[in-house]
C-alpha cells in the first residue's frame, strides 16, 4: 500500500539540514511505523499516550469500533474508561513537569503593526484557571455546551481551555459569521452561555462584535430559546480602571468610546468577573470519550452539522500531528495563520502547539494589511521557523510578485505547510521557490473538520514530494479509492476517496444527530468513512485530492477534476486565480465553464480566451476545452477563503436563485459576475 521505494525523479526531497534532528528523517522510518501503526494500534498509540497524564488508565478494549453499517450503528471509543484533563495536560504540565512556565506560549500580533504581547506558559495557565473559575461560578457544569464568539484574541484561547479545564464543551462560531449563523448554531447545541468581544478591526474596517452578538441572542429570545448570560470581553474599548486582573492592554488601534448595546440582565463584563476570581482551579477528570467540542461545518442540506471531538483520541491525534507533520522542535518559532474559528486553528493553534510545548504566533490582522508584505514582516519579526497557511492566500500574494517578499529574509524558516483545498503545482512552486527559497519542504496537509487532524500529508524530511500532492497517509489512516460501485481500485486509479478503519482524532458524531452522522459518512459506501472528495492515485502511490466529488464534472462520459482544469488556467501569466464549474450541455452531459481572475495589469480579451482554451486543451487533452472563459475580478468565497462553486454554477445558467448566500464573504462580487457572464453562454 506505501511503495516500497519512491520514485528519485521528479520530486523534491525534504532538506538536508533537517534530516539531523527529524523526528521521522528518512522514508524507510516513516514506512515501518506506518505499518506498525495500523497493524498495532495499541501498541503505536499507547506508546505516544505515555507522553501524557492520566489520572486513570483505561478499562475497556483500548480501541473499540464498529465502521460499517450494516452491522450496526456506527461507534468509535479510543482509550476507554481511562480519565484526563486536556487543559492539564496542556499547561499544567508544560508549567511544572517540564520546565517551561517561562517559555513563550503565544506572540500574540494585533491588527495594527507594532501592536503585540506575550503569553508564557504560567500566565495562560493563571488566566485560563481565573477564568474557569469564573464559568463555575455562572454555573456552567461539566457537559454544559457554552458557545464563544470572539476574534483572535489571547482571551479565545482562554476561553476555550477554560471550558476544557471544567469539562464544558466549547462550540466555537467563528468571529466572521452572521447573527443568523450564531443563532442557528447556539440552538442547535443547546448552549447556555455566550462569550464574545466588543469589537475588532480587520485591516480597516471596525466589526462592532457584540452588536452581532446581540442580534443572535435576540432571535434566540424570539423562538424561545433564550441564552442565560452573555460575557463580554472589551477589547476596544477597554478603560484603565476596567483593567484590573486583566494583563492585556487595549490594542493600539483601540476604539474607547465603540457603543456596545448592554443588557444588565444578561450581560456580564469579562474584567469584572476575573478581578475577583482566583487563579487556581482544580481540573475536572473526564473520560476519553467524554465531549470534548463541537464545531460546526457546513452540510450538503444547508443546514450546518455539528461535528463532536471528543477527549483522548483528539488530543492525542493533535498532539501527535503537529510534532510530526512540522517536525516540531524545542526552539521553533510556529505560525498558523487560521482562524481559531475553524478546525485549523483548533488543532494547529490551540491543541497540538500547547500539548508540545511549542511557542506560536497568534495573528489578529490579515496578509494584506497594512500592505502585502505583512507576513514576511512577521516571519521576520519573530524568526518564524514553521509557517502553516492556505493556497488561497498563497495566490492572493502571488498576483503581487516577489518584491513584497524579498522585501524580507525569511532565513528563520524551515518548514512551509498548507491546508484547505488542492493546492495548483503553480502556487506550489512559488510557494517554494520564492516564500521558501527552495530551502524548505512544503507539507501539503489534507483533512477536514471531520478528521481532527491531518490524515494525508507529507513528513518534511521523509517524504519526497511532488507538488500538488498530499502524499501518503499519516499513522493509523489507511485510505482507499472506489469507484462508483464501491470497489476499490488498486494502483494507479482515480474515484472516491475512503478510509478503511478509525484513528483517534475521527469525529464521533454529528451533534444531537447521530443519523446524520452514518448517513453523511457511511451509508453510500458500507464498511467506509467517505470523505466526499476525489482522489487520484498516480503510479509511484502518491495520493492526490482532485476536489469534493461534487465539483467533479462528467464531460462526455469522461470524469474531469475542476482542479485539474483550474490548475491549468493558472498557469498562464494572465491568470491569478480561476474556478471552473459544469454547465449543462445537451451532446456531452457537461461543458466547462471558466471564472478567471486575471493579474493586475492583465486585460481579457478574445485572444486571451483562445490561449486560455487552448491551454487547458494542451494539459489535460481536448475532452476538456472550456466552452466558456469568462472574467471575474472576484470569485465568490466563504471568509475561510473557499470558492462557492454552487453559486458559479448558476450563475454559468443563469439562474437567478442563488439559494442561502450566508456564508460569502462579499457579496458585492456576485452582480458583477452576472453582468460579466458570456453572451453567448445566455
Ligand atoms: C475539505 C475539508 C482541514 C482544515 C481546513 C478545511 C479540502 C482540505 C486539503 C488539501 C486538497 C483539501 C477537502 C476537504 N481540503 N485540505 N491539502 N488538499 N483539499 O476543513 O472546512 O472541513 O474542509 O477541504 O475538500 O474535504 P473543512
Redesign the pocket.
Known sequence: MIPDKVPEQDVILGSGDLKKDAHIPTFEKYKELYVNSVENPEEFWGTLAKDFFWKTKHTGQFFNYNFDVTKGEIFIKFMEGASTNICYNLLDRNVYEKNLADKIAFFWEGNEPGDDLTVTYKELLQRVCQFANVLKSQGVQKGDRVSIYMPMVVELVVAMLACVRIGAVHSIVFAGFSAESLCERILDSQCSLLITADGFYRGDKLINLKLLADEALQKCIDKGVPVKKCIMLKHLSKVPEETAGCNSPPPKRSCPDLQVPWNPDVDLCWHTLISGASDECEPEWCDSEDPLFILY??GSTGKPKG?LHTVSGYMLYAATTFKLVFDYQPDDVYWCT?DIG???GHSYITYGPLANGATSVLFEGLPTYPDVSRMWEIVDKYSVTKFYT??TAIRLLMKFGSDPVQKYNRKSLKVLG??????NPEAWQWYYNVVGEKRCPIV????????GGHV??PLPAATPLKPGS?TFPFFGVVPAILNESGEELTGPSEGYLVFKQPWPGVMRTVYGNHQRFETTYFKKFPGYYV???GCRRDEDGYYW?T??IDDMLNVSGHLLST?EVESALVEHKAVAEAAVVGRPHPVKGESLYCFVTLNDGMTFNQKLESELKKKVRDKIGAIATPDFIQNAPGLPKTR?G?IMRRLLRKIACNEKDLGDVSTLADSSVIDQLYQNRCCSAV
Do not use: C, H, M, N
Not at 498548507?418 to 493546492?423: A, K, L, N, Q, S
Open positions: 461545518t457546513s461535528v487560521a475553524w478546525i485549523t492556505a493556497p498548507t491546508v484547505g483545498e488542492p493546492i501539503d496537509t489534507f483533512w477536514q473538520t471531520e478528521t494525508l500529508t498530499a470523505t466526499g472528495d485530492i476536489g469534493r482542479a475561510s473557499k
